[in-house]
């Protein structure tokens, strides 16, 4: 899901269909709870914030530093794939 793979030799996208390049559903994402603060904000119009696309963020940092807290691998490319993952623990000497 989510990554251009790219051809190294003449740098033409490889997926770049909806076939071969996975959108995620609803299905592939986390349950996500989202708790509203009642707060004034005094920059914002009548006390108001704005709200969109915020609790849709914070998934991957925690799941990155989760990943670096456990194993003390840092990940600085995203998606964090399996074979990403695989390929730092064996260069990490985790396995």
């Not at 269909?17 to 920059?43: G, R």
């Not at 600085?76 to 396995?95: D, N, S």
């Amino acid at each position: 899901y989510e990554e251009q793979l790219i051809d190294p030799k003449t740098g033409r996208l490889l997926n770049a269909n909806l076939l071969d390049y996975k959108i995620p559903t609803a299905m592939d994402v986390p349950d996500l709870k989202c708790i509203f603060v009642e707060t004034d904000d005094p920059s914002g119009p009548y006390g108001n914030k704005a709200l969109g696309e915020p609790p849709l963020m914070p998934p991957t940092p925690a799941i990155r530093n989760a990943i670096l807290d456990a194993t003390g691998c840092a990940f600085y490319q995203i998606p964090m794939t399996q074979q990403r993952l695989v390929a730092k623990f064996k260069e990490e000497g985790l396995i």
